[in-house]
């Protein structure tokens, strides 16, 4: 069974950081990129960040750019959020995904985590 597990999330106060890790078991996810997707209560789930397979090639949406970092380790078969200076519009359900092409759209992506609650407090 292919599954996508996330970790690392909490409630931290404005300002704090947190590291969110995503965890892939069932099949080594080799030449997919992975991708974070985050959904406040009441809004759609929107885009914060992606990497390629290789890690040479990031983007990230506006609002994160700057503060959040995406990484991997392919050898853990694992990829990371680095979430640095956090607001409490923040505050959302992060979700990891896995697809062969890097996309922002949520759509795009076949594999997806059951999702961590990240909760920034003011």
């Known amino acids: 069974q292919v599954q996508l597990v996330e970790s690392g999330g909490g409630l931290v106060q404005a300002g704090g950081s947190l590291r969110l890790s995503c965890a892939a078991s069932g099949r080594t996810f080799s030449g997919y990129a992975k991708a974070w997707f985050r959904q406040a209560p009441g809004k759609e789930r929107e885009f914060v960040a992606s990497i390629s397979w290789s890690g040479a090639n990031t983007y990230y949406a506006d609002s994160v750019k700057g503060r959040f970092t995406i990484s991997r380790d392919n050898a853990k078969n694992t990829v990371y959020l680095q979430m640095n200076s956090l607001k409490p519009e923040d505050t959302a359900v992060y979700f990891c995904?896995?697809?062969?092409?890097?996309?922002?759209?949520?759509?795009?992506?076949?594999?997806w985590g059951q999702g961590t609650q990240v909760t920034v407090s003011s």
């Open positions: 995904a896995a697809d062969l092409t890097r996309s922002t759209v949520d759509g795009d992506y076949d594999y």
